[in-house]
């Protein structure tokens, strides 16, 4: 198993900035797949950014240009810097992770979750 602990979560103005980060522990026998994802009280679930084994990003268009996915090489840790934060951003932010296969990942691994509250 694969264990996230999500930090950095908190209250912001609107145009604040934010830096989540998520640890990652357990088992490490292959690359994994990781991304960041967020629920609003009342929305569903969405994808925020993710980065494959590759090293590979990609981005909601509502945060395109404002977040940037990053890790760092053994894959112990997973950043999230959020600028430009508005209104909308506000959420439960989750860290996630998966045994990448075919291209796909499977985000089997979750994180407890970290609030990210813009005003």
């Known amino acids: 198993d694969v264990q996230l602990v999500e930090s950095g979560g908190g209250s912001v103005q609107a145009a604040g900035s934010l830096r989540l980060s998520c640890a990652a522990s357990g088992d490490r026998s292959s690359r994994k797949c990781m991304g960041w994802f967020r629920q609003a009280p009342g929305k569903e679930r969405e994808g925020v950014a993710a980065?494959?084994?590759?090293?590979?990003?990609s981005y909601s268009g509502s945060v395109k240009g404002r977040f940037t996915i990053s890790q760092d090489s053994g894959q112990n840790s997973l950043d999230l810097q959020m600028t430009n934060l508005n209104a909308e951003d506000t959420a439960m932010y989750y860290c996630?992770?998966?045994?990448?296969?075919?291209?796909?990942?499977?985000?089997?691994?979750w994180g407890q979750g970290t609030q990210v509250t813009v005003s």
């Open positions: 980065i494959d084994s590759s090293g590979d990003t």
């Open positions: 996630a992770a998966g045994d990448e296969v075919g291209g796909n990942c499977p985000y089997n691994y």
